[in-house]
């Protein structure tokens, strides 16, 4: 039997969670001075990972994959795009780094392209283009003064682009309690590799979150990781809710709307501003999303 489709539930379950994303990423900089990168994914995932495990023991869904290798494949990629994600926010303006992440539409039909054989018109090329020219406008980069650094966020982009072909392509069946799961294990082991490679201590602020190793913890600290876990379980939660209930190409339209509460919460708490040319830019990223999502025939 057919669920039935709830589009308005749907979307306001998708505004719901990128509300709480929006929120909850923006408390990053509470801990990034004197915390790690890596710290922070370990203990995070660790946090998470333990009420996934409670959640599935009361039968919430099953943890074990049923293809594992096309699961820790899948997880590889969308863990490495949001370890570089959170990298960024540390450094970056949250609104830029949104922005990269979500030139993911316009790498998957690249990507679906090349490596698929799918067919595309002149439109959907158009809005990859009208994309990326957003994606310049938004990073704004320096030709005498070129720095890689600013392309990182895209480049997360099409790591998460490739992740989302591959829980098409690979993981047909699997739980969403499991791709959550193992998602998590990936980040929690990639927050491990750091802990031991990179050295504890050293010089505190933003700009080292991403190169410091293990950090002291403090009770703050802890309070802080305890909110971060929770709030991406209840966002993600939202998230996936409302994948359940409403038809998948318009569903996704609204977690566009990350730009603009992480927008908001980073001008509430943190006083950023996104100038003019930023503000064009991610409507044209957004726009270009639109029509990719929209427009299924080539």
Same mark, same amino acid.
């Given at each position: ?7 308005? =539930?749907?979307?306001?379950?998708? !505004? ?8 909850? /990423?923006?408390? !990053?900089?509470?801990?990034?001075? /004197? ?23 009361? %039968? ?12 820790? *494949?899948? +997880? !590889?990629? =969308? ?7 959170? %990298?960024?926010?540390?450094? &970056?303006?949250?609104? $830029? $780094? ?18 698929? *054989? ?15 020219? %957003? ?11 070129? /720095?890689?650094? +600013? ?9 998460? #682009? ?14 969403? !309690?499991?791709?959550? #799961? ?22 505190? @602020?933003?700009? %080292? ?7 002291? $913890? ?18 993600? *939660? ?5 994948? =359940? ?11 566009? +709307?990350?730009?603009?509460?992480? +927008? ?17 830019? &991610? @409507? ?5 999303? $639109? ?5 299924? /025939?080539?």
């Amino acid at each position: 039997m057919t669920a039935t489709v709830q589009p308005r =539930q749907a979307a306001f379950l998708i !505004l719901a969670g990128m509300m709480m994303l929006g929120f909850t /990423d923006n408390l !990053l900089p509470y801990i990034s001075s /004197d915390s790690s990168l890596w710290q922070f994914h370990f203990i995070r995932s660790s946090l998470v990972l333990s009420a996934l495990i409670v959640a599935s023991a009361l %039968g919430a869904g099953a943890l074990w994959p049923r293809k594992p290798l096309a699961v820790i *494949g899948r +997880s !590889l990629f =969308q863990a490495g795009a949001l370890l570089i994600y959170f %990298g960024c926010i540390a450094i &970056m303006p949250i609104g $830029v $780094v949104i922005a990269g992440l979500f030139t993911a539409p316009l790498f998957v039909l690249i990507i679906s392209v090349i490596f698929q *054989g799918k067919s595309v018109g002149p439109i959907r090329w158009l809005a990859v283009g009208i994309g990326f020219l %957003g994606a310049l406008l938004v990073i704004r980069p320096d030709p005498s003064a070129l /720095d890689p650094i +600013s392309f990182l966020p895209i480049f997360a982009g099409l790591l998460y #682009a490739i992740g989302a072909i591959a829980t098409r392509a690979w993981c047909e069946g699997e739980h969403t !309690l499991t791709l959550t #799961a193992w998602f998590f294990v990936m980040l929690l082991i990639f927050g491990g590799i750091g802990i031991l490679v990179l050295p504890g201590g050293g010089a505190l @602020g933003a700009e %080292g979150f991403p190169l410091r190793g293990w950090m002291p $913890v403090t009770g703050i600290m802890l309070g802080w990781y305890a909110v971060l876990a929770v709030g991406a379980l209840i966002g993600i *939660g939202f998230v996936f809710r409302g994948y =359940q209930v409403g038809e998948a190409s318009s569903v996704a339209i609204f977690e566009y +709307s990350l730009l603009i509460f992480a +927008s908001f919460w980073a001008w509430t708490l943190w006083a950023e501003t996104v100038p003019l040319l930023g503000l064009i830019g &991610m @409507g044209l990223i957004v726009g270009a999303g $639109v029509i990719i999502t929209l427009r299924s /025939d080539p």
